[in-house]
Every structure is written in C-alpha cells, then in structure tokens.
Nanobody
Framework: QVQLVESGGGLVQAGGSLRLSCAAS??????MGWFRQAPGKEREFVAS????????NYGDSVKDRFIISRDKGSNTMSLQMNSLKSEDTAVYYC?????????????????WGQGTQVTVSS
C-alpha cells in the first residue's frame, strides 16, 4: 500500500487551466492515475500512467485537454488540465495500483488519495 496526497485543486473560470499534483509515499511500484466524481455520479476515469511513465491513457472527455506525467525520482504525479469546462467540475482523486500498468478501472485500485475539489465556473 502507498499513501497518496493530492494538491492543486481550486476554482477556475471556463477555458482556464489548473495543475493537480499527487505525492506518493511507501514502496510500491505502481501505475498511477486520476479519477473524478461529480455529485450524484459514479467515479469516472480521467487519466493514468504506468510505472515507467512511457504509457498513458486518457478518458474520452479529457483527451487533448489534459496531460498526465510523473517523476519517479520525487515519487510524484501531475495532471495538467487545460481548456477547462464546467463539466470538469468534480472531486479529483489520485489513485495507485494494483500493478505497474496504467490503471483505468476504479474498482481494482489499490490506494486512493483523499481527493481535491476542482470547480470550473462558466
């Protein structure tokens, strides 16, 4: 198990940008990712990256707008969110595991962060 702490959420106008970060502690060679959950909706896959950083996946709704990256040296992962829309408003969760591959399914995630709120005003 790893411990995950997100930062960087906040309020931004539509069309603007935000950068989320996730700091991981613990010794596990995991792929990592971001999921989000809006009120009354299920947790949704946003983006993920494998352990080496060479493979990334994106949800259809964020493709070409969001960029995921990771720094193995500092054990951190980031999500650069550009051209934000009101429908991007949600709590964003950092996720890790259960393997070195880039995760895309919420139900098998090994570790979750506490979440950070992103609100996009129109």
């Amino acid at each position: 198990q790893v411990q995950l702490v997100e930062s960087g959420g906040g309020l931004v106008q539509a069309g603007g940008s935000l950068r989320l970060s996730c700091a991981a502690s613990g010794r596990a060679l995991y792929g990592m990712g971001w999921f989000r959950q809006a009120p009354g909706k299920e947790r949704e896959f946003v983006a993920s990256i494998n352990w080496s950083g060479g493979i990334t996946n994106y949800g259809d709704s964020v493709k070409d707008r969001f960029i995921i990256s990771r720094d193995k040296g500092s054990n951190t992962m980031s999500l650069q969110m550009n051209s934000l829309k009101s429908e991007d408003t949600a709590v964003y969760y950092c996720a890790a595991g259960p393997s070195t591959t880039a995760p895309t399914i919420a139900s098998i995630i090994a570790s979750w962060g506490q979440g950070t709120q992103v609100t996009v005003s129109s």
